[in-house]
C-alpha cells in the first residue's frame, strides 16, 4: 500500500495543479499537510519579516478555505509549525509514509529547503512538480538558453510560438482513501489559532482587506473580471495608482497559487474568442509574459537575485540611512505622492504596479538607499508579494538587474501629472501629511555601512 504525504506549498489550490494531480494518480492513501515556518515571522530580512501579516493572513484564509473543499470530499488538512526539513521527516516516520509530493518553487529559501528534506527523508523519495508557470522547463530550453532581457524573451516566445501547459481538472471522485492521522489537541486547533493571531495583528489596520482569500474566491474573480467587459480596456487603465476594475488583480491569487498562471491564461484567451480580441487583451498576455520572465530569471539566479550589486559590473552607489528608510516606509517624506503610495501600502497590503515602480525610484534615486531594505519592506507589506516578481523589478529599478538601460529613473512631478492629475490619490491617501525634509542631521552624521552580500 503506498502512503503518500501531500505538502502544500505555493498552490493552494485543487484544481488544475499537476502535484497533486499525480499524488491521486499514484497513492492508495494520501495525508494533506502544510507547514507554518516560524523562521519566517522574525525581522532577519533587512530589519524585515520573509512573511508579513497581511499575506501571512491572506494564507491562513486560504487554508480554512482548502481544508472546507477537502473536508467535503472526505479529507482533512493537518497545519502544523516548524522547520519543513524537521516536521515532514518526523510525519513520515511515523505514518510510514512512502512518498512525498509538493509543488516545484522558485525562491532561494523555498528551494533550499526543499533540498534539506530530501536529505533528510533518505530513501524515501520527494517528487516535485513545476507548475507556478505558463510553461515547462524543456519549452522555455527549447526557445531560449539565455533569457536575455524581457524583450527578447518575450520575443522569442511568441516567435515559437510556445503552447501554454493545459490545465487538468481536479476530480474528487479520483483521490485516494484520506490515510488517518492521530493529532493532539494544539495540532487540530493550530490553523484557527494562527488565524485569530492573523487578524489580531490587523486590528489597528484602518481599511479591511479587499481581496476574499481561497481558490473558491479566485475562480469567482477570474470569471467576474472577464464576465464584467473590462478586459476591453486594461491597457488604458493598468497604470491607475487606484480602482478595483482598472487592473486584473489577479496578482495576490497568483503569488499563492490560488489560481495557476494558466487558468488566467485560458481564461483571457475564451474573452479573446467569445467577446474581442484586441491590443488590451493583448496586453494581460504581455503582463502574464513579464511574471513568467521574472519566475525563470529568479530561478537562473539564484542567491545573485538578493546580492547589492546584482548583475551590475560595479556596486551602486546608495547606502542604508535609518531614518531615510523609517520615513519613506512610514509615507513621512516631502513628497505627497510617494507618501500617498505608502500609506495605501500600509494600510490595505496592495499597490499598483505603477505605483511601486514609483515608490522604488524614489527610494533609490533620490533617497540613496540600498536597494535590497526598499525590497524586503515590500516583501513584509505586500499582499501579493511574489519573490521573483518583486525582487526582480527592484533590480530593475535600482539598475543592477535587467534592464538595458541601466535602471529607471522616474520624475516624481511628471509621474503626479500623468496619473494623479487633479491630486484625488493624494488626498485620499493623505500624501500631504509629510514632512519638509527626509533628514533631521547633516549628512556627516549618517552611517554609511551596508550589509554584506548574500
Not at 494533506?32 to 491572506?58: E, W
Not at 516536521?87 to 534539506?116: D, T
Request: aromatic residues 12%; hydrophobic residues 35%; contains cysteine.
Amino acid at each position: 500500500m503506498k502512503r503518500t504525504l501531500y505538502w502544500f506549498t505555493q498552490d493552494l489550490r485543487l484544481d488544475d495543479n499537476l502535484a497533486l494531480d499525480f499524488a491521486t494518480q499514484n497513492s492508495d492513501q494520501i495525508l494533506f499537510v502544510y507547514v507554518i515556518n516560524p523562521r519566517y515571522r522574525i525581522q532577519t530580512n533587512y530589519h524585515c519579516k520573509l512573511l508579513g501579516d497581511r499575506q501571512a493572513t491572506f494564507i491562513a484564509d486560504s487554508l480554512l478555505t482548502l481544508s472546507s473543499q477537502l473536508d467535503s470530499c472526505g479529507h482533512s488538512l493537518l497545519v502544523v509549525e516548524g522547520e519543513p526539513h524537521q516536521v515532514l521527516p518526523h510525519l513520515v516516520s511515523k505514518y510510514e509514509i512512502g512518498q512525498v509530493i509538493c509543488a516545484e518553487q522558485v525562491g532561494l529559501y523555498e528551494r533550499k529547503s526543499v533540498q534539506k528534506i530530501r536529505n533528510e527523508l533518505g530513501s524515501v523519495p520527494l517528487h516535485s512538480f513545476w507548475q507556478h508557470t505558463l510553461f515547462e522547463h524543456t519549452q522555455i530550453q527549447t526557445v531560449s538558453r539565455d533569457l536575455g532581457n524581457f524583450t527578447q524573451f518575450r520575443k522569442r516566445v511568441e516567435k515559437a510560438p510556445l503552447s501554454v501547459v493545459t490545465s487538468c481538472r481536479f476530480d474528487p471522485s479520483r483521490l485516494p482513501a484520506p490515510l488517518v492521522t492521530v493529532c493532539g489537541a494544539n495540532e487540530q486547533g493550530i490553523l484557527h489559532q494562527w488565524h485569530a493571531q492573523r487578524q489580531d495583528r490587523l486590528t489597528e489596520t484602518r481599511v479591511p482587506l479587499d481581496f476574499p482569500a481561497g481558490e473558491e474566491a479566485a475562480q469567482a474573480h477570474l470569471r467576474d473580471y472577464f464576465d464584467s467587459g473590462v478586459a476591453r480596456r486594461y491597457k488604458e487603465t493598468r497604470n491607475a495608482l487606484d480602482g478595483w476594475l482598472n487592473s486584473t488583480k489577479m496578482s495576490p491569487y497568483l503569488a499563492l497559487g490560488n489560481l495557476s498562471p494558466r487558468q488566467v491564461w485560458w481564461a483571457t484567451e475564451a474573452f479573446e474568442k467569445q467577446v474581442v480580441a484586441n491590443e488590451s487583451t493583448y496586453w494581460i498576455k504581455f503582463e502574464l509574459l513579464w511574471r513568467e520572465y521574472f519566475q525563470w530569471l529568479c530561478l537562473k539566479l539564484g542567491p545573485q537575485l538578493f546580492r547589492f550589486q546584482g548583475l551590475a559590473k560595479s556596486k551602486p552607489l546608495t547606502t542604508f540611512m535609518p531614518e531615510r528608510f523609517t520615513r519613506w516606509c512610514q509615507g513621512n517624506t516631502p513628497v505627497p505622492l510617494v507618501n500617498a503610495l505608502m500609506n495605501q501600502l500600509n494600510e490595505t497590503g496592495y499597490m499598483s504596479n505603477r505605483g511601486r515602480q514609483i515608490a522604488a525610484s524614489y527610494f533609490v534615486n533620490e533617497l540613496g538607499l540600498d536597494w535590497r531594505y526598499g525590497a524586503a519592506y515590500f516583501q513584509q507589506q505586500l499582499l501579493d508579494h511574489d519573490v521573483a516578481s518583486n525582487w526582480g523589478n527592484w533590480q530593475y529599478i535600482a539598475g543592477v538587474g535587467v534592464d538595458p538601460r541601466g535602471g529607471r529613473h522616474f520624475n516624481i512631478e511628471k509621474q503626479a501629472q500623468l496619473y494623479d492629475e487633479l491630486g484625488l490619490f493624494v488626498q485620499k491617501w493623505r500624501g500631504e501629511q509629510g514632512v519638509s525634509s527626509v533628514d533631521s542631521v547633516d549628512a556627516a552624521d549618517w552611517p554609511t555601512f551596508a550589509e554584506e552580500d548574500i
